[in-house]
């Protein structure tokens, strides 16, 4: 069974700086893209970063968050993180992870998309 967990999150001020991480566990064949979802109160879930599984790891960012956040794999396999600086307080919600994900065991019939349960992120000032 696969799984995602972020980690991190929290409360920061704003033009301050923060990270929040993923980890994929469980049997996983291969992941095919990764990325950062974000839901603020009262407003749909938005896509804030994707990046690609492969040697280029192609990455692609909101506008909102251009110049601002970075996207990257972590050290140890299957994870990545998400750094997060000059944080405005309309970057405040609640954060998921995602991955496109092949468990060990299917075909590529099998592929599926995950999602972690969420970590907060609050921006005040």
């Known amino acids: 069974q696969v799984r995602l967990a972020e980690s991190g999150g929290g409360l920061a001020l704003a033009g301050g700086s923060m990270r929040v991480s993923c980890a994929a566990s469980?049997?996983?064949?291969?992941?095919?893209?990764m990325g950062w979802y974000r839901q603020a109160p009262g407003k749909q879930r938005e896509m804030v970063a994707l990046m690609t599984n492969d040697l280029a790891g192609t990455t692609t960012y909101t506008e909102s968050v251009q110049g601002r956040f970075s996207m990257s794999k972590g050290d140890a396999k299957n994870t990545w993180n998400l750094q997060m600086n000059a944080l405005k307080p309309e970057d405040t919600a609640v954060y998921f992870c995602?991955?496109?994900?092949?468990?060990?065991?299917?075909?590529?019939w099998g592929r599926g998309d995950y999602w972690g349960q969420g970590t907060q992120v609050t921006v005040t000032g």
């Open positions: 469980g049997t996983i064949f291969s992941i095919f893209r």
């Open positions: 995602h991955a496109h994900i092949q468990p060990s065991g299917t075909t590529d």
